[in-house]
């Protein structure tokens, strides 16, 4: 079988440690073997880029437009395979692979556009004949570090503007979905990215992430991950005095109130809780239910869940997919006992024997805000329902939490929605829709635990990965 190398200085390079990519729905389906490099391997990426860099930053910006344009072009041509590479590598279900790749796509686009609008400003100086202009700058070397549950879109809205605005970059997807990683840089090769403007060293964070944190070479750290491994990584960061952006955990809450149109209601949390297995950060983990809506409520939302599909990511049937791996399915096994020892009733939650890694959506009923269950991030397909006496509750405790994602009300009340909008304590507000689902052109981020650093995606992603510099000019 192929190896899938390391895009290394514009060269593919294996190496000695390689890993296999398993389907998580058959894990009888090895998707191919991918090289997982050596600190030498980031190294010499770190290197590569620090050298194309310079000449990527002062080239016009046509150049870098039309690299992007290229990539998105692509991307899009092949939606449906690389969807499908997607959906087999991570588990999410055909429609959502396909329409993550097509967002990523449109990302691409998005900042080629981006590259030809990097606009500075210019004053008069308080000082007579003299003029100041603020021009914004490439950062210079760029490291990334993703995480598995969107293998497309992640890296390509971190890598879209980071080239738009004339940076390199050295990019490490995570160990378990290194195939959209491959095929972004597969695809940049081709669109005619300079040799070292882009480089991509899969391999364990241990190893990969580590050395790209730790390099004296690398300007700036864009993580998507974990809460433990993004802190690390600011600690790391702060020392050396690198530039560091963080998007990490949730515990995302979604407020039912008395007065909600029920069906949208249902179809929300459905939404928000199930679909990408639970896998999302913007995933509503915790229910909040006025009591006067509540029993209706938990009876719907129990039958909607009882009536999803789960399956093979590639069955067109399918509404959920696998769990991502044996141990993120032994994990939220874990969280269901627990929500039982807590007191909750648990509806579902079942491990579903199979070739891959399959449970049946959980509903922790009658839960508290204080329960483990409602403060930890499971990051799989289980959702508590908390109920509330009245729409003050409700806020308190969907503010109540170290997290600050996302937030969603669905209410019929314009009073309540304004109100919620402007107390809710996360970086994201949605009212009456899924906590989840977001536009790739307007700024994407959380507050709390969720997020340290400038915010990612839109023309918000120019305050990252680009540097102000002020000139005075006397002529
Ligand atoms: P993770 O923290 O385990 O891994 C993320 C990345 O960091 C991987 O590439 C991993 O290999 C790497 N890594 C691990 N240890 C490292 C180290 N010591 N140094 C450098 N890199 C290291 O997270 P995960 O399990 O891949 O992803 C799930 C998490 O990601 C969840 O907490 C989820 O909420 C979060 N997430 C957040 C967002 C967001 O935008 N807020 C989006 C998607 C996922």
Not at 114 to 132: C, F, K, M, T
Not at 361 to 372: C, E, L, S, V
């Amino acid at each position: 079988m192929t190896v899938h190398a390391n895009l290394i200085a514009g060269e593919w390079r294996e190496s000695a440690r390689t890993t296999e990519n398993v389907n998580p729905s058959d894990t009888s389906d090895v998707i191919g073997t991918y090289c997982q490099g050596s600190r030498e391997d980031v190294d010499d990426a770190v290197a590569a880029a620090r050298a194309a860099q310079p000449a990527w930053g002062a080239a016009s910006p046509q150049v870098r437009h039309d690299v992007l344009e290229a990539a998105g072009a692509a991307i899009m041509a092949r939606k449906e395979e690389i969807g499908r590479l997607l959906s087999r590598e991570e588990g999410k279900t055909l429609a959502e692979g396909i329409g993550e790749t097509a967002r990523a796509a449109q990302i691409f686009k998005f900042f080629a556009g981006e590259a030809l609008r990097n606009a500075g400003d210019a004053l008069a100086s308080v000082r007579p004949g003299i003029d100041v202009t603020i021009e914004r700058e490439a950062v210079g070397v760029i490291g990334m570090i993703t995480p598995w549950n969107f293998p497309i879109a992640i890296p390509a809205w971190k890598i879209a503007p980071a080239l738009a605005y004339g940076n390199a970059v050295v990019l490490k997807p995570a160990d378990l979905v290194p195939g959209c990683a491959w095929e972004i840089a597969n695809i940049l090769k081709d669109a005619g990215c300079p040799d070292g403007v882009f480089n991509l060293v899969m391999g364990r964070g241990s190893v990969v992430g580590a050395r790209i944190v730790e390099h004296p070479d690398v300007d700036a750290i864009s993580f998507t991950g974990s809460v433990p491994t993004g802190r690390g990584i600011a600690v790391a960061c702060a020392e050396s005095g690198k530039r560091v952006q963080l998007e990490m955990g949730g515990k995302n809450p979604m407020v039912v109130l008395d007065d909600a149109d029920l069906d949208i209601a249902v179809s929300a949390a459905v939404n928000s809780g199930f679909f990408s297995t639970g896998q999302r950060c913007t995933a509503s983990s915790r229910v909040i239910v006025t009591a006067g809506i509540h029993d209706r409520f938990l009876e719907k939302f129990a039958e909607a869940t009882k009536a999803l599909k789960v399956g093979n990511a590639l069955d067109s049937a399918t509404q959920v997919g696998p769990v991502v791996d044996a141990r993120q399915l032994e994990g939220n096994l874990g969280y269901v006992d627990i929500a039982r020892e807590e007191g909750c009733e648990v509806i579902g939650g079942e491990r579903i024997e199979g070739p891959g890694f399959f449970q049946r959506p959980a509903i922790f009923a009658g839960a508290r805000n204080d329960m483990r269950v409602c403060r930890e991030e499971i990051f799989g397909p289980c959702v508590s329902v908390i109920k509330v006496a009245d729409y003050d509750e409700a806020l308190a405790v969907a503010n109540d939490t170290d997290f600050g994602l996302s937030a969603g009300i669905c209410t019929t009340s314009l009073k309540a929605a304004t109100h919620f909008r402007k107390n809710s304590k996360a970086g994201m507000v949605m009212v009456n829709l899924p906590t989840a689902g977001v536009d790739y052109h307007v700024p994407f981020g959380g507050r709390k635990g969720s997020s340290y650093g400038p915010r990612e995606q839109g023309t918000y992603a120019r305050e990252f990965y680009t540097i102000v510099k002020t000139a005075y000019i006397q002529a």
